[in-house]
Nanobody, 122 residues
Framework: QVRVVESGGGLVQAGGSLRLSCAAS???????MGWFRRGPGKEREFVAAIRWTSGGLYYADSVKSRFTISRDNAKNTVYLQMFSLKPEDTAIYYC????????????????WGQGTQVTVSS
């Protein structure tokens, strides 16, 4: 059984930074770890992903160059460093683990965290 727990959300002013953490327990080798978000009145959308084995990185166009996903193998933790935050980044951010064929789609991620709120004020 795999479990993922997010932390690090909060309130930040536009232009600020936050780092989210996703601690995974259980067997995650060969998994992808993804970050998704759901803004007010919006569908859940892909943000970024990383593959544990290959280290491949993937980003949504809306966050590319502003967000960085990374991992700490020893801690079994994935991070999402967010820079230059905008009000439109306000959302609940979810961490997910699984073996999706396409990392930017929800299908294939079998394990989800409860989410952490990120609020960016203008």
């Amino acid at each position: 059984q795999v479990r993922v727990v997010e932390s690090g959300g909060g309130l930040v002013q536009a232009g600020g930074s936050l780092r989210l953490s996703c601690a995974a327990s259980g067997r995650t080798v060969n998994f992808a770890m993804g970050w998704f978000r759901r803004g007010p009145g919006k569908e859940r959308e892909f943000v970024a992903a990383i593959r544990w084995t290959s280290g491949g990185l993937y980003y949504a166009d809306s966050v590319k160059s502003r967000f960085t996903i990374s991992r700490d193998n020893a801690k079994n933790t994935v991070y999402l460093q967010m820079f230059s935050l905008k009000p439109e980044d306000t959302a609940i951010y979810y961490c997910a683990a699984g073996a999706p064929s396409i990392v930017s789609t929800i299908r294939g991620y079998d394990y989800w965290g409860q989410g952490t709120q990120v609020t960016v004020s203008s």
